[in-house]
């Protein structure tokens, strides 16, 4: 089973649409979570981490839910700039464990 | 503005070369990372150093050999590497706390190519 496991995607979504992403892990004992945005070659970038209680940022929402070991992103009002692929990403102790990411595709 | 920084972004090397792989954080962390990312794969964690001693090793190859010389460094030398290896590489850093731990912050990566 994999440590941390994505929505396998991709997803094709018009400008405005409402999109959400998935993520479950496997360790019970893990610490952090955050959610983090990769464009085409380029390196991972913190989108925003995931807190007990839920959190927004802007269009954005996460969430987590400790018993289910699940984690969620949530997108309002996509624009062609949220195109990217999107990276669940779990801390157990000094390590960090990544999905495979979810490719979104925001069109006009 | 990256507050890590690799070096270099590119490189192509043969399977016979030996060569490094460099980065910097200016973060004040006190944890560095390698990680490697293969074409549609995840990011697979190669070695993580915590307050200069490494903590994990992930049965990497023997032919990757890091090296943490102080908390604002890391190496990754390479020498007598398989073309599988092409592969984007991926410095990161974060402060390791009890609680509350930092998310990583990347650098921008060498892209590697053994021909």
């Known amino acids: 089973r994999k440590e941390v496991e994505q929505d396998p995607g991709p997803f094709n979504v018009p400008e405005g649409a409402t999109v959400a992403f998935n993520c479950t892990y496997s360790?019970?004992?893990?610490?952090?979570f955050f959610w983090y945005r990769q464009d085409c070659r380029k390196e991972p970038k913190l989108l925003m981490s995931v807190y007990s209680s839920g959190n927004e940022d802007g269009r954005f929402t996460a969430q987590l839910n400790r018993a289910s070991q699940y984690i969620s992103l949530l997108i309002r009002d996509s624009k062609l700039s949220d195109s990217a692929t999107y990276l669940c990403?779990?801390?157990?102790?000094?390590?960090?464990?990544f999905g495979a990411g979810t490719r979104l595709t925001v069109k006009p | 503005e990256t507050g890590v920084t690799q070096t270099p972004r590119h490189l192509v090397m043969g399977m016979t070369n030996k060569k490094s792989l460099k980065c910097e954080q200016h973060?004040?962390?006190?944890?560095m990372y390698w990680y490697k990312q293969s074409a549609k794969k995840p990011l697979e964690l190669m070695f993580v150093?915590?307050?200069?001693?490494?903590?994990e090793n992930n049965s990497v190859p023997s032919r990757f050999s890091p090296e943490c010389p102080n908390s604002s460094h890391l190496f990754l030398h390479l020498h007598t590497l398989q073309p599988e290896d092409s592969a984007l590489y991926l410095c990161a850093s974060s402060q390791v706390r009890t609680e509350n731990n930092s998310p990583l912050h990347f650098g921008n990566g060498t892209r590697l190519t053994v021909t």
């Open positions: 990403v779990v801390r157990e102790g000094s390590d960090m464990r």
């Open positions: 973060l004040g962390h006190n944890a």
């Open positions: 360790n019970s004992a893990s610490q952090s």
């Open positions: 150093y915590s307050l200069e001693e490494r903590v």
